[in-house]
């Protein structure tokens, strides 16, 4: 696609139920990053994908996160019983690859803004 | 010790004046740099890649400095639309591979 989409936009969940987020990236960029930012904070670096694997798990803040992707494209980033503290904008990027000073330009996606209450 | 540090701010600068800033890396074996820009509540957006001999964009200049190890953004007669958070960012050596890793930003406020 044009750029990188992610859905849903906005989401509104009940503390203990499971989300499901997505992410599309730019066509035939193979990395793939989520990240996600509270009000007023930096960048949080959850998960990276090169391909389909993800050599960097690290960011993950617990064992309710998880993520795939498949097919070298779309990548579900899943929360598993939510808590307030998950309210966060959670942004999806890809770029053409990890390595390499040309292609290693990010793009972002409008993010998905999830608000547990 | 962050691996990429920047200055959080804010910055308070009047409109039309000259303002710069600074990201120190702690990696020498970093291989590439940017600057992103993000207004509040929106995603970053890509200001300008920083490359070894330096770059220029309009009001805006780039420059890295290997050495020292860090990489600077010079905004000339700013505008009140440049207020924004500044985050760099800089592709680092981990292993056998790279990441991305950002500082957390610089907030920079124009006033008229």
């Known amino acids: 696609g044009a750029g990188v989409s992610q859905s849903p936009s906005n989401k509104v969940t009940e503390k203990g139920k499971d989300v499901e987020l997505r992410c599309d990236p730019i066509s035939g960029h193979t990395a793939l990053y989520w990240y996600r930012q509270s009000l007023g904070q930096g960048l949080e670096f959850l998960i990276y994908f090169q391909g389909n694997s993800a050599p960097d798990k690290s960011g993950l803040p617990s064992d309710r996160f998880s993520a795939e992707r498949t097919g070298g494209s779309v990548s579900t980033l899943t929360i598993q019983r939510t808590q307030q503290e998950d309210s966060a904008v959670y942004l999806c990027a890809s770029s053409l690859n990890v390595r390499g000073s040309s292609g290693n330009t990010i793009y972002f996606g409008e993010g998905s803004w999830l608000t547990v209450v | 010790r962050k691996e990429v540090e920047q200055d959080p701010g804010p910055f308070n600068v009047p409109e039309g004046a000259t303002v710069a800033f600074n990201c120190t890396y702690s990696n020498s074996a970093s291989q590439s740099f940017f600057w992103y820009r993000q207004d509040c509540r929106k995603e970053p957006k890509l200001l300008m890649s920083v490359y070894s001999s330096g770059n220029e964009d309009g009001r805006f200049t780039a420059q890295l400095n290997r050495a020292s190890q860090y990489i600077s953004l010079l905004i000339r007669d700013s505008k009140l639309s440049d207020s924004a958070t500044y985050l760099c960012?800089?592709?680092?050596?981990?292993?056998?591979?790279?990441?991305?890793?950002w500082g957390a930003g610089t907030k920079l406020i124009i006033k008229p």
């Open positions: 960012v800089v592709n680092m050596a981990r292993g056998s591979n790279y990441q991305l890793i």
